[in-house]
């Protein structure tokens, strides 16, 4: 997926610890592996290389990934839009607005069946799946409380760290470098931030229009499932205020910002002002450890494990948990 995965997991010792944080990684791994479209061994790339020529065999994971595409899809009328796949065709020429993924693909259990000149691109919510996922097999493994990082923009908290029953607690980034939104506590639910026009990833397309989103305009959302909160922050960037009711009818809670200011909906509640390291709120750098000063655990160890791509200047990461434990760090 070309970013950083944090992992922190508390549990009863070093071994249990590590050996989840592993687990969960390797989890992530096999997610990358079903849904990118970077490598021409993808799964989803296979079947985006199959469009037009019948029915592609696919794994359970990336069942699970069409069939969340389909729902989302439809829930935030077409704002997230897969289909938006057909512009990284070479030579292209969509008609606008698309037809969106429910007239292009059909998904019949293990088989899915792609119209050609047509392709899926799961960028808006792979992480959140692949979240998703690592979160339901460390609960079944047990874990005591665990925070989940995705590059920055999408974190999961699996219940509490120790000594702090509220969750764990976490910076909203504003849009302008140096300025947050204050922090939110984070148990048992997922964040997930999406920003027009971000230097660091991808534009987020209008699926009406094909263009690029204009800045400014950045979304947190917060929800109690990892993939809903990364497909509704992509829609409503693309959708603006006027999803807000669309998104609250869902269960959604957002903080939106644009050139209008900053509005929110009533359960998106946020605490005091935050300063991140060096100053700056909301953001973060790939590389840092912070030292753990919260309540010392008593009879768990955090540990925190993490992979990813290795470039040559740090994305920003639009949250953090506030405390951290010192990290052992693995890249790939």
Do not use: Y
């Amino acid at each position: 997926m070309g970013t950083l995965l944090t992992v922190t997991v508390v549990a009863a010792d070093r071994v249990e610890a590590q050996s989840m944080a592993d687990a969960a990684i390797d989890e992530a791994r096999r997610w990358d592996d079903a849904l990118t479209i970077w490598r021409a061994e993808g799964e989803l790339a296979r079947l985006n290389a199959m469009a037009g020529q019948g029915p592609f065999v696919v794994s359970p994971r990336l069942e699970r990934g069409l069939a969340a595409m389909l729902d989302l899809a439809d829930a935030t009328g077409g704002a997230f839009e897969p289909a938006v796949g057909v512009l990284k065709i070479p030579g292209a020429r969509p008609v606008f607005p698309l037809a969106g993924i429910r007239r292009v693909l059909r998904l019949d259990a293990t088989r899915a069946t792609l119209e050609a000149g047509n392709a899926l691109d799961s960028g808006a919510i792979g992480k959140g799946l692949a979240l998703e996922a690592m979160v339901k097999l460390l609960r079944s493994r047990g874990a005591a409380a665990a925070f989940l990082d995705f590059g920055g923009s999408s974190q999961t908290a699996l219940g509490a760290p120790p000594g702090e029953p509220e969750g764990w607690t976490v910076l909203v980034a504003g849009w302008a470098n140096g300025v947050s939104h204050g922090s939110v506590r984070l148990r048992d639910a997922s964040l997930s931030t999406s920003r027009a026009a971000a230097e660091d990833t991808t534009p987020i397309l209008d699926p009406r229009s094909g263009a690029a989103v204009p800045a400014p305009r950045l979304v947190t959302v917060r929800t109690a499932d990892a993939t809903d909160a990364d497909a509704w922050s992509t829609a409503l960037v693309v959708l603006g205020r006027e999803g807000l009711a669309r998104a609250a009818s869902h269960g959604v809670e957002v903080l939106m910002e644009d050139a209008g200011g900053v509005v929110r909906t009533p359960g998106f509640g946020v605490g005091g002002q935050a300063e991140g390291p060096g100053g700056r709120a909301g953001w973060g750098c790939r590389g840092e450890t912070r030292p753990w000063t919260g309540p010392k655990p008593q009879k768990h160890l955090r540990m925190k494990v993490s992979f990813g791509m290795l470039l040559p200047q740090p994305p920003p990461r639009h949250g953090w948990p506030v405390r951290e434990s010192a990290e052992r760090r693995l890249r790939t």
